[in-house]
């Protein structure tokens, strides 16, 4: 998808560009959120002189004000269907190293946010933190983690953590899985994905180098989720339990991994038109349980469409793409399956997030180890 950094500002008072920095983190961003465009509408100003204005943050184009262009439009964080659009933008810059953020109907309206460096910093109206939205707290927040689908409270070490992953909470043990349809859920709903979920072939701000020897295992995953399949390099994962056979034709590291998730997220339970039960007006729906707040951002970046949920769920073949273009990146990204599994439940690699536990007592270190049994 291009993207576009547009510049309104001419006008304003700071009317200088924002910095290479600051537009690559913008850029980064908006390709998480599936954004075409950014408008800054107000840029950045000189560091001393008549006239400069406010704060330093936007010194040297150090930060910006700015609007989130899709579909021709500036996103509004008042309207549901733009505000998980808005918390994935923030999250990604949050997490790209964006220090000071603000927004608010009182701030600067519906539809504009301050984003950029300085101190550290969350604020709403009257550049106060008490009067940040709630909807930004948790953006912005560094326990607020997203991974492939369901959400659940977990606690870890250290306390209660509210996360979102692949999985909604668990039983124990790995097949079917009849939880799916049971009910409402005492879960905790949280928005704003973050970053993770973009792929660092699409990326090129989040590249990275990968361990030695990972190379070639990259190289098949990218070209197994892009359709340019190469020949087999088998990944070798550490020592698990003893496996689980897997379905039959699960024989390249991709079609594995899909089938792995599968077992756990919708086998017995409907499998591609799998649907989970409501939690904070979202659910969970098809073979790897993607939240529906996740399919028109990931259907964007993955197939080069929007769709909605009801389409997602009946179109098996565009499941299964988006599982490889998400999936796919979690694994060039972490270097590695089972991280990415640990991605897709708990929005966090296993060195971060193993510890944690949903409701039911399932770690992220449990949900690898299931993955591990049908994997290997």
Known sequence: MAFELVYANQGATRNQPVSADLAALYEQAARAAGISAVRVSSGGQDASGPNRVGSHRHDHGNSGDIQLIANGRALDFTNPQDLPIIQKFISAAHQGGATGIGAGTDYM????????????????????SK??????RQATAGEVLTGGGGTQTMVGSGGADTMQGGAPVNPPDPRPNPRRDTGPSPLLATLGPLADSVAASTNPYAR??????????????????TGEQQGPNPLTPPPAQAPLTPRPGASDPLTKAREAIAAIESRGSGDYGALGAQTGGDRAYGRYQVMGNNIPSWSQQALGKTMT???????????????????????EKYGNPQDAASVW??????????????????SGNGYVDKFNRYYL
């Not at 309206?109 to 106060?128: D, E, Q, R």
């Not at 990275?208 to 989720?225: I, K, N, T, W, Y």
């Not at 439940?345 to 399932?362: E, K, L």
């Open 109 to 128: 309206g519906n539809k504009t946010f301050h984003v950029g460096y300085g101190a550290p910093a969350v604020w709403g109206a009257g550049g106060s």
């Open 131 to 136: 009067n940040a939205p709630e909807w930004l």
């Open 208 to 225: 990275r180098e990968l361990p030695p020897g990972v190379g070639d295992v990259m190289s098949q995953f990218a070209a197994m989720a």
């Open 345 to 362: 439940f708990t929005g966090r690699p296993q060195s971060r997030g193993g510890g944690a536990t949903d409701v039911n007592g399932m």
């Open 309 to 331: 949920p009801d389409q997602f769920l009946a179109d098996p073949a565009s499941q299964d793409a988006i599982f490889n273009n998400i999936f796919g990146g979690y694994v």
